[in-house]
Structures are given as C-alpha cells and as structure tokens.
C-alpha cells in the first residue's frame, strides 16, 4: 500500500476557477505536510507547509489539513493559466527518522484559458 | 537563496559504463538526498545522508552507491549503467525537519 496517495489526474479547471488538490497519507505519526509544484521539465519547488489540523492560507494557496482523517489538500483559488504544473504532496516521517520526506505521485493540473 | 547545482543537466551512457553525478549545495544543509523520477511513478528515494561520511538507503539503492566527503558535495554512482536507469536524477538538501530543496535534475539516458 502507498504511503502517500494522490489522484494523478489529470485535473483540468477553467482559468478563474477553484482548483482542489487531495492527498491521504496512511502513517498516523505524521507531522509535518507540504506541497510542491513541478512545472515541466523543471524540479519541484516548495509552495507551503502545513503542520496543524485546519486551515492556512497563503495568497491565493490554502492548505487544508485534517489528520483525523489522515487527509490533506491544496486549494488553489482564481487559477491561472500559469498554475498549471504537476502537484506533490509530501508527508515528513515521525520524529527521530532522519528519511524525511515521502512523495505521492502527483496530481497534474492544466488551467484552460 | 539556496542554490542546489547538480553537475548536468542531460547525460547519456553506455550500458556497463560506471557513472557519477555530482550535487552541491550552498546553504550549509546537513541532509542531503538522492531521487529518481519516473512518470507514473513519483519521487522515489534511492540514497540520503545526514552527515559527512553518513548515508543511509532509501527505496531504491540497488545499483547505486553514494558518496558523502563534504558537508556541501553527495555524489550518487551507478557502478555498472543499465537501461532500466534511464531517469531523471534529482538532487535535495534540508536543513533536519524542514522543506528539501531540489535542484535542477539530471536527466540520464543510458544506451
């Protein structure tokens, strides 16, 4: 079983639109959530972080994080054309583990102008 | 900024030719990493470290060995290239606990 699950999509949203990116993780030690962006042919960068259950916005990003229900997910609000990448979700180790992250597949999203 | 530099960006080797790529980093990161990536596939670790001379294996270290002399510079090896490490290589370093920082990919083609 996949530690860390993503829909790989792809995810096609109009340009202006709400894009909703999800992402389950099966380890219920887990602390610390972030997402990255991957444009083609590029390496992935950093977008947020999330480390407590709810919400936390930045700009048009909001990360959404619910480890009651081993759930996390990525809101992306008014897309741009410019949005489209793939997107990583990535689940630290518990405490004490020096392996740090583990990465989902990643969701592919294309905002249509 | 960090700045992650890897050695090339595209590469090609012959089966059976021993190969090394090169990562360095900038920002005095303890951890560093090595991945693969494949479509379909993710981001799958083959090798980290946490210290100089330190390395533990990831997901994936058959054919590969790392090397760790200095604190900024990981070397990943393929001893013997084969095909099925046609892939693109990414390097990371991390400070403990925090975001990793990628660089820009290898992308290695092996004939």
Known sequence: ?113 | DVKVTQSSRYLVKRTGEKVFLECVQDMDHENMFWYRQDPGLGLRLIYFSYDVKMKEKGDIPEGYSVSREKKERFSLILESASTNQTSMYLCASSLPGLEQFFGPGTRLTVL
């Not at chain 1, 996949?2 to 219920?28: F, W």
């Not at chain 1, 480390?51 to 997910?73: C, H, I, M, P």
């Not at chain 1, 405490?95 to 990643?106: E, K, P, W």
């Open chain 1, 1 to 113: 079983q996949k530690e860390v699950e993503q829909n790989s999509g792809p995810l096609s949203v109009p340009e202006g639109a709400i894009a909703s990116l999800n992402c389950t993780y099966s380890d219920r030690g887990s602390q610390s959530f972030f997402w990255y962006r991957q444009y083609s042919g590029k390496s992935p960068e950093l977008i947020m972080f999330i480390y407590s259950n709810g919400d936390k916005e930045d700009g048009r990003f909001t990360a959404q994080l619910n480890k009651a229900s081993q759930y996390v997910s990525l809101l992306i609000r008014d897309s741009q054309p410019s949005d489209s990448a793939t997107y990583l979700c990535a689940v630290k180790y518990p405490s004490g583990s020096a392996r740090q992250l583990t990465f989902g597949s990643g969701t592919q999203l294309t905002v249509l102008p």
